[in-house]
């Protein structure tokens, strides 16, 4: 038996996830956080910090080991060198693309989005005062990918100054190859475009061979990029409130920290403390989450496009699943989830209502009974 298949009761300890549904018959699998146990080392980091006593304030910039963690790791685990002063802390990522707005947009500017995406990402354009551009994802060959000749339109127009990439890619799963990345920078790069790449799922790559490539690596985007990464998704820890950005550009690094001022709070010490510690000690539960994680996937890609009227591409990345329910013929597709006992992400809270998004970072017992659910 795996770690993995033991996850703690969340019903009663005010887990948003659960919530939604308590006192219902049925089984929550939205919102992107795991069902899993947190990594020891990370529960054992914590505990250590809450013995000593004092949790007064901490200034990330100032917390080596910290920043020495996130150095480490993305040297480790992403080939790129960084250093730690272009390391920006933030209290999650949905501020952080929020702010990059705000930093590098004027009023009325217009903001380059692929679709589907996630919820928070969507609304981050209208709530700054500015317009939504929205690029669409096409299923070629079997995988989703983004359009690229639509990106090149409408990155021409002098009103587009930014483009909030996700990357892997929620909620359709796909990983941006070399090609794809190469390609968005030179579209960024002739039309004087800032790169903002939200990479909060990049750690959680389930398809072998396939790479990650953070944005701010490649030579193109070293100086107009924002790259958004976290330890929030990969090890459970995202009611910590912690993430970061990784600005090269000092000149774009001053202008977020200003757009951030008097408004964005600073991460907080306990998520620090986790970030240090799954940084520095979880590799080998890292491993083993993408294992079980992998087996997941392919558990349910086979039991989905099993059901009458269900469709489902294997995802290289996360622990999320786009689901095509077109074929059911049905008015509202989270309705009739609903009525099976399943609670998913809408997709029309996606920019496509005609699928839904099933979490399967849970226990294979808990997804077995989702997806028996499902195919009742």
């Known amino acids: 038996m795996s770690q993995f298949d033991n996850t703690p009761d969340r019903r009663d300890f005010w887990s948003f996830k659960w919530q939604k549904y308590a006192g219902q018959d049925v089984i929550p699998c939205w919102v992107a956080d795991t069902e899993f146990r947190c990594a020891q080392p990370i529960l054992e980091a914590i505990q250590k910090q809450t013995e000593y006593g004092n949790l007064g304030y901490s200034l990330p910039a100032q917390h080596q080991p910290a920043n020495q963690a996130v150095v480490r790791w993305l040297k480790d685990k992403h080939d790129w060198a960084i ?14 693309f929020n702010v990059a707005i ?17 919820p928070p990402l969507l609304a981050a354009p209208g709530l700054n ?31 587009c100054k930014l483009m909030i990439l996700c990357n892997p890619m929620n909620p359709v799963g796909s990983v941006m190859t070399q090609a794809e990345i190469d390609a ?3 579209i960024c790069a002739r039309h004087n475009v800032t790169l903002c790449s939200d990479e909060i799922h990049c750690d959680l790559i389930l398809e072998e ?33 912690t993430s970061f950005a990784i600005i090269p550009d000092a000149s774009l690094r001053r202008k977020f920290t200003q757009g951030a001022a008097g408004i964005v709070p600073w991460a907080n010490v306990m998520g620090l403390v986790a970030t240090e510690a799954a940084f520095t000690q979880c590799d080998d539960w890292l491993a083993e989450q993408i294992a079980y994680l992998r087996s997941n996937r ?71 009974d989702i997806l028996d659910r499902l195919s009742s």
């Open 184 to 186: 968005i920078a030179g």
């Open 83 to 96: 250093e730690a002063d272009w390391i920006v802390w933030t209290p999650g990522v949905v501020p952080a």
């Open 102 to 118: 705000k930093a590098y947009c004027e009023p009325g500017d217009k903001v380059l989005i692929q679709t589907p995406n996630y």
């Open 209 to 241: 061979g396939v790479r990650h490539i953070p944005a701010g690596r490649v030579e193109q985007l070293a100086n107009r990029s924002v790259t958004l990464m976290a330890a929030s998704k990969t090890f459970n820890v995202a009611g910590l409130g």
């Open 298 to 368: 392919d558990y349910l890609v086979e039991r989905i496009n099993a059901i009458d009227g269900l469709e489902v591409v294997s995802s290289e990345a996360t622990f999320l699943a786009w689901i095509d329910a077109t074929g059911l013929g049905v008015e509202d597709v989270l309705k009739w989830c609903e009525s099976k006992g399943v609670g998913p992400s809408p997709g029309r809270d996606f920019g496509a209502p005609g699928f839904f998004r099933v979490n399967f970072g849970c226990s294979r017992a808990m997804l077995k």
């Open 129 to 159: 005062n500015t317009q939504r551009v929205d690029i669409p994802t096409k299923l070629e060959a079997g995988r989703w990918t983004i359009d690229l000749a639509a990106l090149e339109e409408h990155a021409a127009d002098p009103l």
